[in-house]
């Protein structure tokens, strides 16, 4: 073999070996793959918070109904014809916000008002500064009559049937004898106690423990607004009280009192819903033409929804106008049914009362009974406010 030959040979196998021996270490190729998306995390979707405001722009003006509530306790329907322009920006995912204008020009009526009373009789009168008005619903049943007392219905309250056409006036003192009819005169009586007066020397005054008994009539039926009016001579000793007044069942009062020893002088007071306040609702008024023990003399109260006015034979003495009590944010002026009273009392049962009354009574040196005399009393039912029977 020529030597040419062999050399060429064998750089041809050495070729072939190198070609084999580097096919073998070349680094493999990974095929492109696309790369898997990575899971997105469970979140927990947030609720959707009911909206507060629901605006929707309509697509022309129109009208609308709208109920509200008041702030008082009645609800009122009010209708509004409204036009109403509005541009908002709604988010129903948890928030909203609004930015509106609204324009309107509007009527409104109400299908209902707040009720004043339950009863549709009742009239109020009208109040000063919105406040308190008085019922004058015309429900109270009220007899309008003169007693001279030639043929008068008393009767015992624990005799009396509940029907007030039954008799004229209820004795609520207990006692028959607290009573004369005579002549066409009531003899109004203070009897003297059977047991000792217990005189008590109180470093505030002198007081009695036991009190004589007195008479007090009411009348059958209620006065609601009103005259009345009483003839009378009454008991002059101090400690002696002669009464005539109206008195509701919550306490609303106006008197007439005639205190013994002060024989010149009549006084005249009203209480309210049973608050006593002594010695600052009262009047003192100088009586005309003699003393109130040896003269008559005719006491009078004229009671209207605006004002109380006392007289003393005919002339006024006094006006207490209802705008003038306003106190503590009412009225405190008597504005309920009443019955009428009329009486005479010990007024010697407490130190302020005793010295109030000019007493205590010394009972250690009186007669068996004191007298007040009584000639006419006078009701005259308003018929604007009373159902006159």
């Given at each position: 073999?020529?030597?040419?030959?062999v050399?060429?040979?064998?750089?041809?196998?050495?070729?072939?070996?190198?070609?084999?021996?580097?096919?073998?270490?070349?680094p493999?190729t990974k095929?492109?793959?696309?790369?898997?998306?990575?899971?997105?995390?469970?979140t927990?979707?947030k609720?959707?918070?009911p909206?507060?405001?629901?605006?929707?722009?309509?697509?022309?003006?129109?009208?609308?109904?709208?109920?509200?509530?008041?702030a008082?306790?009645?609800?009122?329907?009010?209708?509004?014809?409204?036009?109403?322009?509005?541009s908002a920006?709604?988010?129903?995912?948890?928030k909203?916000t609004?930015s509106?204008?609204?324009t309107t020009?509007a009527?409104?009526t109400?299908?209902?008002?707040?009720?004043?009373?339950?009863?549709?009789?009742?009239?109020?009168?009208?109040p000063?500064?919105?406040?308190?008005?008085?019922?004058?619903?015309?429900?109270?049943?009220?007899?309008?009559?003169?007693?001279?007392?030639?043929?008068?219905r008393?009767?015992?309250?624990?005799?009396?049937?509940?029907?007030?056409r039954?008799?004229?006036?209820?004795n609520t003192?207990?006692?028959?004898?607290?009573?004369?009819?005579?002549?066409?005169q009531?003899?109004?009586h203070l009897i003297k106690?059977?047991?000792?007066?217990?005189?008590?020397?109180?470093?505030?005054?002198?007081y009695?423990?036991?009190?004589?008994?007195g008479?007090?009539l009411?009348?059958?039926?209620?006065l609601?607004f009103?005259?009345?009016?009483i003839?009378?001579?009454?008991?002059?000793l101090?400690?002696?009280v002669s009464?005539?007044?109206?008195?509701?069942?919550?306490?609303?009062?106006?008197?007439?009192e005639?205190?013994?020893k002060?024989?010149?002088?009549?006084q005249s007071?009203?209480?309210?819903?049973?608050?006593?306040?002594?010695?600052?609702?009262?009047?003192?008024?100088?009586?005309?033409?003699?003393?109130?023990?040896?003269?008559f003399?005719?006491?009078?109260?004229?009671w209207?929804?605006?004002?109380?006015?006392?007289?003393?034979?005919?002339?006024?003495?006094?006006?207490?106008?209802?705008?003038?009590?306003?106190?503590?944010?009412?009225?405190?002026?008597?504005?309920?049914p009443?019955?009428?009273?009329?009486?005479?009392?010990?007024?010697?049962g407490?130190?302020?009362?005793?010295?109030?009354?000019?007493?205590?009574?010394?009972?250690?040196?009186?007669?068996?009974?004191?007298t007040?005399?009584?000639?006419?009393?006078?009701i005259?039912c308003?018929?604007?406010?009373?159902?006159i029977?």
């Open positions: 073999m020529n030597l040419t030959k050399l060429i040979l064998l750089v041809s196998v050495l070729l072939i070996i190198q070609a084999i021996d580097a096919g073998k270490h070349k493999k095929p492109k793959t696309k790369p898997k998306p990575k899971p997105k995390p469970k927990t979707p609720p959707i918070t909206a507060k405001i629901t605006t929707t722009k309509p697509a022309s003006p129109t009208s609308t109904k709208i109920t509200t509530k008041l008082s306790s009645t609800s009122t329907k009010i209708t509004t014809s409204a036009k109403i322009t509005t920006k709604i988010t129903t995912s948890a909203i609004t509106a204008k609204i020009s009527k409104i109400t299908s209902s008002t707040k009720p004043i009373s339950t009863q549709s009789s009742t009239v109020l009168y009208p000063e500064n919105g406040q308190h008005p008085i019922n004058l619903s015309k429900n109270n049943k009220c007899r309008s009559f003169t007693d001279e007392f030639k043929n008068s008393i009767v015992e309250h624990y005799e009396y049937n509940r029907d007030p039954s008799a004229d006036w209820i003192s207990g006692n028959r004898n607290s009573y004369t009819l005579a002549n066409g009531l003899l109004a106690p059977t047991k000792d007066q217990g005189r008590v020397n109180d470093p505030a005054g002198p009695n423990k036991i009190l004589g008994q008479l007090t009411n009348s059958t039926y209620k609601h009103g005259v009345a009016e003839k009378m001579k009454v008991c002059g101090g400690g002696v009464a005539f007044i109206t008195m509701s069942d919550n306490g609303d009062e106006i008197d007439w005639m205190v013994g002060d024989v010149t002088h009549g007071n009203f209480f309210w819903n049973g608050l006593i306040l002594y010695g600052v609702n009262g009047g003192v008024h100088s009586v005309p033409n003699g003393p109130i023990d040896t003269n003399h005719t006491y009078t109260f004229d209207q929804p605006d004002c109380i006015t006392w007289k003393i034979d005919g002339q006024a003495v006094r006006t207490l106008w209802r705008k003038d009590t306003y106190k503590d944010g009412v009225y405190q002026f008597p504005s309920n009443s019955y009428v009273q009329l009486g005479i009392w010990d007024g010697s407490a130190p302020g009362t005793a010295n109030w009354a000019n007493g205590p009574i010394d009972w250690t040196k009186q007669p068996d009974k004191l007040t005399i009584i000639e006419s009393v006078s005259k308003d018929p604007n406010y009373n159902i029977v």
